[in-house]
Nanobody, 119 residues
Framework: QVQLVESGGGLVQPGGSLRLSCAASGITFSIYAVGWYRQAPGKERELVATITNFGSTNYADSVKGRFTISRSNAKNTMYLQMNSLKPEDTAVYYC?????????????WGQGTQVTVSS
């Protein structure tokens, strides 16, 4: 059974920092591209950052220079370090794991963790 479990969300003041974690089980984590997505109330889910199994990263323009995605294949865990947080970063943050082979696409989501940026 595949599980992606996010943690580290919470309430933080503008300008503050949070570190999200996503622990994976039931998959060979090292061969998956993984990423963070977020969904604010009344908005569609959007990409925040991704990291491939080779370590290449990609960020949404809105978080470049403030967020850093990383992974530990030894720990089957992905991280999102969020600095200089803004109220517009408030959302439910989801982790995602994705890969394809010749016949199938494998795509998994976590249950989400709430991040609220407010004074």
């Amino acid at each position: 059974q595949v599980q992606l479990v996010e943690s580290g969300g919470g309430l933080v003041q503008p300008g503050g920092s949070l570190r999200l974690s996503c622990a994976a089980s039931g998959i060979t984590f090292s061969i998956y591209a993984v990423g963070w997505y977020r969904q604010a109330p009344g908005k569609e889910r959007e990409l925040v950052a991704t990291i491939t199994n080779f370590g290449s990263t990609n960020y949404a323009d809105s978080v470049k220079g403030r967020f850093t995605i990383s992974r530990s294949n030894a720990k089957n865990t992905m991280y999102l370090q969020m600095n200089s947080l803004k109220p517009e970063d408030t959302a439910v943050y989801y982790c995602n794991a994705d890969r394809m082979d010749r016949l199938h696409k494998y795509n998994y989501w976590g249950q989400g963790t709430q991040v609220t940026v407010s004074s």
